[in-house]
């Protein structure tokens, strides 16, 4: 008897080749497919040569040599490209099969996909899987969603070749149609703020305190050993001290333009649709596109001046300490705001995330993976009711006593003309969120006079509105109120 695939794969990039060959290690066969067909030659008598897989040269023949149900899975471009497999993949498969979109796609698109796929009898899942090309191969961060029904079809394949945490899969069912996606998202949302902070440290130890790449790097080591120990510090602390053939730091001749995926920008819309203040990670999305305009910026230079960048003959060690101080209270806004649209995107859809899970899931394999999720799901297990991180014991005490330096570090870089979007960010939802009265009554004032859009009173319950004729020449009648 012909054997058959445990699962099947589309998409041989870099992420699917990878993924395919973690699958295989931990004993499953895999059937693969690619659009350019001479691909699977190429795995198959290459990286794949000798071990179990089976190459197929077309949708049908792929879907044939699967054991059912079927499970098939995608890694291809997110957008029409999903869509487009999505027709082509159904014909070949019977009601109970599984179709998985395992790439960076947008929620919306998998809340409509599970829906299409359902309809037609079969069942659907859209996971986010974070941790790049090495992830993928030894042990990716995995956030499945869509049809309940599919989790324990693909639960064995998906918790053997996630990563582990303290002995748990960094892979657990998240919720219902885009639930994973929604996650993933905010999961590079969260990266971008993480990356931009760190990248603010950066600068103002470069042009404050002059430091050199390999100085950095020592300090980055540092810092790797203690709380701020994660992945991306660590890569940092590696990206500082290589050098190339000639011996020239690598760091220092790339060309200071970002790119991005469109991850963080959806992170930052979802947070404007569903009224989150995402202030940290809005600014790293940013900051990223200020990168992109190099040529003004070039020429902005040598017409705009500002402070000389001059550090006053202080405590340089002190400062450090400081630094380290604000990139982690920066850090802990950054995760909070997160949440805060992980449990304002529940509510909206119907999901029943998990919070405590989520941060168990991103301990190991993904890119923000740290010390510091062990702590965030510590805080859910408290408190799984909790509404801000700032609010829970562990991480109230260490913004606390983490304030003053994160003052000085903003206050020094803004005195100085260096930019700290993201840190100043983040400092200033701290602020604004302990505010008791902040200043919106003036700007609710300033909505009524010109629109008669209405307002509450602190000498009146919530939810009476009232409108007043500020300039003796409008009208009693007022606006609906309503929010966006």
Same mark, same amino acid.
């Given at each position: 008897?012909?054997?058959?695939?445990d699962?099947?794969l589309?998409?041989?990039a870099?992420?699917?080749e990878?993924?395919?060959?973690n699958?295989?290690? #931990?004993?499953?066969?895999v059937?693969?497919?690619?659009?350019?067909? =001479?691909?699977?030659?190429?795995? /198959?008598?290459?990286?794949?040569k000798?071990?179990?897989?089976?190459?197929?040269h =077309?949708?049908?023949? @792929?879907? #044939?040599?699967l054991?059912?149900?079927?499970k098939?899975?995608?890694? /291809? #471009?997110?957008g029409q490209?999903v869509d487009?497999?999505?027709?082509?993949?159904?014909?070949?498969?019977e009601p109970g099969?599984?179709?998985i979109?395992?790439?960076?796609t947008?929620f919306?698109?998998?809340?409509?996909?599970?829906a299409y /796929?359902e309809?037609?009898?079969?069942?659907?899942?859209?996971?986010?899987v974070s941790?790049?090309?090495?992830?993928? @191969?030894?042990?990716? =961060?995995?956030?499945?969603?869509?049809s309940?029904?599919? &989790?324990?079809l693909?639960?064995?394949?998906?918790?053997?070749i996630?990563a582990?945490a303290? %002995?748990?899969?960094?892979?657990d069912?998240?919720?219902e149609? %885009?639930a994973?996606?929604?996650v993933?998202m905010?999961?590079?949302?969260?990266? !971008?703020g993480?990356m931009?902070?760190?990248?603010?440290?950066?600068?103002?130890?470069?042009? +404050?305190l002059?430091?050199?790449?390999?100085?950095m790097?020592?300090?980055f080591?540092?810092?790797?050993e203690?709380? +701020?120990n994660? !992945?991306?510090?660590?890569?940092t602390?590696?990206i @500082?001290a290589?050098r190339n053939e000639?011996?020239e730091i690598?760091?220092?001749?790339?060309l *200071?333009?970002a790119?991005?995926?469109?991850?963080?920008k959806w992170?930052?819309v =979802?947070?404007?649709?569903?009224g989150?203040?995402?202030?940290?990670?809005g600014?790293?999305?940013f900051?990223r596109?200020?990168?992109a305009?190099?040529? $003004?910026?070039i020429?902005?230079s040598?017409?705009?001046t500002?402070?000389?960048?001059?550090?006053?003959?202080?405590?340089?060690?002190?400062?450090?300490?400081?630094l380290k101080?604000?990139?982690?209270?920066?850090k802990i806004v950054?995760?909070?705001q997160?949440?805060? @649209?992980?449990?304002?995107?529940a509510?909206?859809y119907? &999901?029943n995330?998990? !919070?405590?899970?989520?941060a168990?899931?991103w301990?190991?394999g993904?890119?923000?993976?740290?010390v510091?999720?062990?702590k965030i799901k510590?805080a859910f *297990?408290?408190?799984?009711?909790?509404?801000n991180l700032?609010?829970?014991?562990?991480?109230?005490?260490?913004?606390?006593a983490a304030q003053?330096?994160?003052?000085k570090v903003?206050?020094?870089?803004?005195?100085?003309?260096?930019?700290?979007?993201?840190m100043?960010?983040?400092?200033t939802y701290?602020?604004? !969120?302990r505010?008791e009265?902040?200043?919106?009554? +003036?700007?609710?004032?300033?909505r009524?006079?010109f629109?008669?859009?209405t307002?509450?009173?602190?000498?009146r319950?919530?939810? $009476?509105?009232?409108?007043?004729?500020w300039?003796g020449k409008?009208?009693?009648?007022a606006?609906s109120t309503y /929010?966006?």
């Open positions: 008897m012909e054997k058959l695939a699962i099947g589309i998409g041989l870099v992420m699917g990878n993924l395919v060959l699958m295989e290690s #931990k004993g499953f066969t059937a693969v497919f690619n659009r350019t067909v =001479s691909k699977v030659d190429d795995f /198959v008598n290459g990286r794949g000798g071990k179990n897989f089976i190459g197929a =077309s949708i049908e023949e @792929l879907c #044939k040599s054991k059912r149900p079927r098939v899975m995608m890694l /291809v #471009k997110a490209a487009d497999f999505i027709e082509k993949i159904i014909p070949f498969l099969d599984v179709i979109d395992g790439g960076n947008h919306p698109d998998t809340i409509r996909r599970t /796929v309809s037609k009898g079969l069942l659907y899942i859209g996971t986010g941790g790049g090309e090495e992830g993928a @191969l030894n042990g990716p =961060s995995m956030m499945p969603g869509g309940k029904a599919a &989790w324990e693909v639960k064995p394949v998906f918790q053997s996630c582990r303290d %002995g748990a899969p960094c892979c069912w998240v919720g149609n %885009g994973g996606h929604f993933k905010v999961h590079n949302g969260i990266e !971008y993480d931009q902070l760190i990248c603010e440290v950066y600068q103002l130890m470069k042009d +404050l002059g430091m050199s790449a390999p100085e790097h020592e300090v080591k540092t810092w790797n203690g709380e +701020l994660s !992945y991306l510090v660590e890569i602390r590696d @500082l290589y000639e011996g690598v760091v220092d001749k790339i *200071d333009t790119g991005q995926k469109g991850t963080g992170t930052g =979802s947070a404007l649709d569903l989150i203040p995402l202030t940290l990670i600014e790293s999305v900051a596109c200020l990168s305009q190099k040529d $003004e910026r020429a902005a040598r017409q705009l500002g402070p000389q960048p001059t550090f006053d003959g202080g405590d340089r060690q002190a400062f450090l300490g400081d101080n604000a990139l982690y209270a920066a950054s995760y909070a997160g949440y805060l @649209l992980l449990r304002e995107a509510r909206e119907g &999901w995330l998990n !919070y405590g899970g989520i168990l899931m301990r190991g993904c890119i923000i993976r740290s510091f999720l062990g510590e *297990d408290r408190n799984p009711q909790l509404t700032l609010l829970d014991p562990f991480f109230k005490e260490k913004v606390l003053a330096g994160w003052r903003v206050s020094t870089a803004i005195q100085n003309g260096i930019p700290m979007p993201s100043s960010a983040g400092l701290f602020d604004g !969120y505010t009265r902040l200043p919106a009554n +003036l700007l609710q004032a300033q009524d006079y629109g008669a859009h307002y509450e009173r602190i000498d319950p919530r939810g $009476e509105f009232f409108h007043t004729n300039t409008g009208g009693d009648t606006a /929010v966006v």
